[in-house]
């Protein structure tokens, strides 16, 4: 029995260490998955600037925070500039730090009043009070526009649904930024890797020498 358990962490041993040069896919995955989100959301904000510093300021139909044009600034260029980093596997875990803060600032000021739920499904875990006022509302919604629409045609594309806005996209990327600390941009498909691989090397050469 103790040769087959020896045998077996052997071969696992073994395995474990041919994948570990494929253990930078996950990072890159990480990273590739984010890019489009961040790129989307910091060019949205970059077009309409002025209504994004509105947005921030107004406390009565905004955010309310405090230096909303340095606060659309700082926002808008972290989720540009991370988009880049991330693309590029450049600096990985430093630019994961200010995204992780702009989505807990988002997911604070703009997602938990509405709970969980990202799309509104009454039969959902975590249902609150607005996602199960939701059924009603689209069931209604479905009314008019099977009685005065072209349904067939406005639902080919997919089902209607009603946006809660909950914090559950913000938060799958939170721990998706929260990976990346600590799996940095990837063995062989980031250029962190590869800038450490070269001053590894170029340290290596200068204390031989010396």
């Known amino acids: 029995m103790k040769k087959i358990i020896y045998s077996f962490a052997q ?8 994948i570990k040069h494929f253990d930078g896919i996950a990072a890159l995955a990480l990273r590739l998955f984010l890019v489009p989100i961040f790129w989307m959301a910091g060019t949205n904000k970059l077009m ?8 921030f300021g107004n406390s009565d139909w ?25 693309g590029l596997g450049l600096m990985t875990r430093l630019i994961s730090i200010p995204l992780i803060i702009t ?38 919604a479905r009314e008019i526009l099977e009685n005065y629409g072209n349904y067939d045609w ?24 929260l990976a990346l600390i600590v799996l940095g941009g990837g063995r062989y498909t980031s250029l962190d890797y590869w800038v450490s691989y070269y001053l590894d090397k ?6 031989f020498h010396q």
Not at 11 to 18: F, G, P, S, V
Not at 106 to 134: E, R
């Open 11 to 18: 071969h696992y041993q073994k395995i474990c260490t041919a």
């Open 48 to 55: 309409h600037f002025q209504d994004t510093v509105a947005w």
């Open 62 to 86: 905004g955010l309310g925070l405090p230096f909303p044009t340095l606060m659309a600034a700082l926002a808008t260029s972290t989720e540009l500039v991370g988009a880049v980093l991330l």
């Open 103 to 140: 989505m807990v600032v988002a997911i604070v000021t703009v997602h938990l009043p509405n709970g969980w739920q990202a799309i509104a499904d009454p039969n959902a875990p975590f249902a609150n009070a607005q996602v199960l006022a939701s059924a009603e509302k689209l069931e209604k």
């Open 154 to 177: 406005l639902t080919s594309s997919g089902s209607f649904v009603i946006l809660n806005n909950g914090i559950e996209f913000a938060v799958t990327y939170l721990v998706m930024l």
């Open 202 to 207: 170029k340290y290596t050469n200068i204390r």
